[in-house]
């Protein structure tokens, strides 16, 4: 069976980990509620979607 | 002749995407309006809208090429005689979908796709906006002047600098 040969050191672990990362998704302000929510996406705050009622408000 | 659908099937396999599609047709003329993923949304929509325009016929044979998809009578009978007439002046496009976000739990694209029940009027309005598209630019842009100052403010400062750089 394979196995490794050497130790992983904590550096190498920890540079690969430091590229490990999330990104901020991109918001719009809502038009109605002037929340932020994602782009060509009904508002999750108000419901709306270019001031249509899409779903039922959650606050 | 008609090219097959490229890629997976909902569901796995070809039948149970057919299941899958008719039964979600058969939701959203039952309801007029359904939550689902973005993915089953976008392939119902082709589907639906072909069986509303058998629906507009109305006649014998377009009911039992219908009744071959929606299994169920009584929304076969709701669709040709509730839904197929408010659509009469519509030529396509009878369904909307709106994307809603992500869902809690595998973040699954979320969409709500409904039968469009505004009336024509507003489409017809829209039709010869479409055709002199100059005057469709400025009506909004007057719209958001009324409504954000700021932004116009900001819009213009930017357009000067810009004929100023020029």
Redesign the interface.
Known sequence: MAVPKRKKSRSNTRHRRSQWKAAAPNLVECPTCRDKK?P???C?TCGT?DRRQ??SPSA | MPQPTKGARLGGSAAHQKLILANLATALFEHGRITTTEAKARRLRPLAEKLITKAKRGDLHNRRLVAQTIRDKGVVHTLFTEIAPTFEARPGGYTRITKIGPRKGDAAPMAVIELVTEPMAAKTAAAPKADEKPAKSEAPAEDEAAKTEDTTAAEAASEDTAGDAK
Do not use: I, M, N
């Open positions: 994602l060509h996406t009904a999750a979607y899409v779903t």
